[in-house]
Nanobody, 121 residues
Framework: QVQLVQSGGGLVQAGGSLRLTCAAS????????MGWYRQAPGQQRELVAT???????NYADSVKGRFTISRDGAKNTVYLQMNSLKPEDTAVYYC???????????????WGQGTQVTVSS
């Protein structure tokens, strides 16, 4: 089994910054990619940013230039630095990892527990 543990988030005023962290642990042989998604009330979960192992980052148009995703491969940890936050960024943010597990070298996808980010106007 693989666990994704998120930290960070909270309440911030518009224009402020927050940093999210997600650490993966457990039955991991290698990580193909990690990313962040978010889900606002009444809306579908949407991609925020992804970072593949050794590849290029990808961002939703709505966060380009404001959010930065980064990864520490040695720690199996992904970060999301969120600057210039807007009220429309308010959502539950979920970490995601695409993993090759040690058991059977199978590919599986995992989600973190979710973290509330609230941006007040």
């Amino acid at each position: 089994q693989v666990q994704l543990v998120q930290s960070g988030g909270g309440l911030v005023q518009a224009g402020g910054s927050l940093r999210l962290t997600c650490a993966a642990s457990g039955n991991i042989f290698s990580i193909i990619a990690m990313g962040w998604y978010r889900q606002a009330p009444g809306q579908q979960r949407e991609l925020v940013a992804t970072i593949p192992s050794g590849g290029m980052t990808n961002y939703a148009d709505s966060v380009k230039g404001r959010f930065t995703i980064s990864r520490d491969g040695a720690k199996n940890t992904v970060y999301l630095q969120m600057n210039s936050l807007k009220p429309e960024d308010t959502a539950v943010y979920y970490c995601n990892a695409d993993v090759i597990t040690r058991s059977g070298l199978s590919r599986s996808n995992y989600w973190g527990q979710g973290t509330q980010v609230t941006v007040s106007s």
